[in-house]
Nanobody
């Protein structure tokens, strides 16, 4: 069984910063990639950023230049540094892991950008 534990969400003012963390544990086997997705009320879940085991990153156009994804392979942990946040970044953020045994999701962490 694989578990993903997210942390770091909360309330932040527009223009501020926030750092999300996701730690994976359990029978991960071979990790292919990890990523962050988000879902705002009334909208579909969308990719925010992902990173492969080799360090190749991919970002949604809406967050390029503002968000940075990184990972510590030895700790099976992925981070999302969110800078210059905007009200439209408000959503529940989910961590996703793709491994040789399947796809796993975290429980989600709320990020609210508001003054």
């Amino acid at each position: 069984q694989v578990q993903l534990v997210e942390s770091g969400g909360g309330l932040v003012q527009p223009g501020g910063s926030l750092r999300l963390s996701c730690a994976a544990s359990g029978s991960i086997f071979i990790m292919h990639s990890m990523g962050w997705y988000r879902q705002a009320p009334g909208k579909q879940r969308e990719l925010v950023a992902s990173i492969t085991s080799g360090g190749v990153t991919n970002y949604a156009d809406s967050v390029k230049g503002r968000f940075t994804i990184s990972r510590v392979n030895a700790e099976n942990t992925v981070y999302l540094q969110m800078n210059s946040v905007k009200p439209e970044d408000t959503a529940v953020y989910y961590c996703k892991l793709v491994s040789g045994r399947g796809i796993y999701w975290g429980q989600g962490t709320q990020v609210t950008v508001s003054s």
